[in-house]
């Protein structure tokens, strides 16, 4: 079940290469300093952001140098993006920050060469966050109900990824770090329920590198699987001869990649009949161990994020979900509204008989 997502592309290397030579100098110079800061996957973002405006630029605003570029100019792309290529609130965020980003370097770094700019992005609103999507929502049930699938389907290594997302909460590209020696079933945390992982491993944060924490996995959810998947595993490396420790390998053992993933995915989805979006998994171990009665500085500290607000982000309980302890109390209150009633409809008996 594939997304239906609308895309048209304005962009070309044969255009690209046409961007004003003052324009490419500019990105050229903010890219090698953003480079320095930022993830290799931010640094692609942002590239594509850039090529996808100077593209434009050169189709409807005659290749202007940035640094001559309007605000009511910079309204028309805008316009343009959220009308001709239908972009969502996000997307549109994601290329007002790499403009606003850009406008800000030359304001800021670039003041000697350019002392009369200032950042006019930051004059354009943004569009209102809304729901481009119905956000796919997975059960326990739902999981375990795919798991028997798999293990049907003699899929042994998926359900071991699977087991891995749902007990872990991890990002694909976290996923393809675990390795053998980071899973060390004596290797135990918080009364045994979860195994920590021997080393820190990479994760998403602010820098160039991320930041590295150490993986707390619910071993109940993941070790049966894991153990079955090594048998098959170590099968397939002696066959292939291979010998490094990645745990999820392609047919001929060498590591997965992200593509390979996100191919295992794709067939998910149809059995599911959900989309699986990146962070599904993520959406799941959150819920779950919320549901369950975990407290959210936990569920918090686990996946060390700074901000209680992410455990927010995370949880897809509704009102209906949760477990208010209030209700309680209504209850209480409502029973004993019934006995003070029937008490009431004694007495008034009692004095019909005198």
């Known amino acids: 079940m594939p997304r239906k997502t609308f895309k048209k592309i304005i962009t070309s290397p044969e255009l690209i290469e046409q961007i004003n030579i003052e324009?490419?100098?500019?990105?050229?110079?903010?890219?090698?300093?953003?480079?320095?800061?930022?993830?290799?996957?931010?640094?692609?973002?942002?590239?594509?952001?850039?090529?996808?405006?100077f593209c434009w630029n050169i189709l409807y605003n005659d290749n202007k140098e940035f640094v001559k570029i309007r605000k009511s100019e910079l309204i028309e792309f805008f316009d343009f993006g959220a009308t001709e290529l239908r972009w969502s609130p996000n997307r549109y965020s994601q290329v007002w920050s790499s403009l606003s980003s850009l406008s800000n370097f030359i304001e800021n770094i670039l003041d000697d060469d350019y002392p009369d700019f200032r950042n006019i992005v930051k004059k354009i609103e943004k569009l209102p966050k809304t729901t481009v999507r119905e956000?796919?929502?997975?059960?326990?049930?739902?999981?375990?109900?795919?798991?028997?699938?798999?293990?049907?389907?003699?899929?042994t290594q998926q359900v071991c990824l699977l087991k891995l997302i749902m007990s872990t909460g991890a990002r694909v590209s976290e996923l393809l770090r675990f390795t053998t020696e980071l899973v060390d079933l004596n290797n135990?945390?918080?009364?045994?329920?979860?195994l920590e992982t021997t080393k820190e491993i990479q994760v998403k944060g602010r820098g160039k590198n991320g930041k590295n924490i150490y993986r707390y996995i619910i071993k109940d959810l993941f070790v049966?699987?894991?153990?079955?998947?090594?048998?098959?595993?170590?099968?397939?490396?002696?066959?292939?001869n291979q010998t490094?420790?990645?745990?999820?390998?392609?047919?001929?053992?060498?590591?997965?990649?992200v593509s390979t993933i996100r191919s295992w995915m794709s067939k998910w989805e149809g059995q599911l009949g959900k989309i699986w979006y990146p962070h599904a998994g993520r959406h799941f171990w959150t819920t779950y161990l919320l549901s369950i009665g975990c407290e959210q500085d936990f569920v918090q500290d686990l996946q060390k994020w700074s901000s209680s607000d992410?455990?927010?982000?995370?949880?897809?309980?509704t009102a209906k979900d949760k477990k208010w302890k209030g209700l309680s109390k209504l209850k209480d209150a409502l029973e004993q509204d019934k006995i003070n009633e029937q008490e009431n409809k004694s007495i008034k008996v009692e004095e019909i008989i005198e």
């Open 23 to 53: 324009n490419k100098k500019l990105v050229s110079k903010f890219l090698k300093n953003f480079n320095t800061k930022r993830s290799n996957g931010s640094v692609k973002s942002y590239t594509s952001n850039f090529n996808i405006f």
């Open 224 to 240: 049966e699987y894991y153990l079955k998947w090594l048998k098959q595993r170590e099968e397939i490396m002696k066959n292939n």
């Open 310 to 317: 992410m455990v927010k982000i995370y949880n897809d309980q």
């Open 244 to 257: 490094h420790p990645y745990i999820f390998i392609k047919t001929d053992g060498t590591p997965a990649k």
């Open 188 to 194: 135990e945390a918080f009364d045994g329920l979860f």
């Open 135 to 155: 956000k796919s929502i997975f059960s326990k049930e739902e999981l375990d109900g795919l798991t028997k699938w798999l293990e049907n389907q003699n899929l």
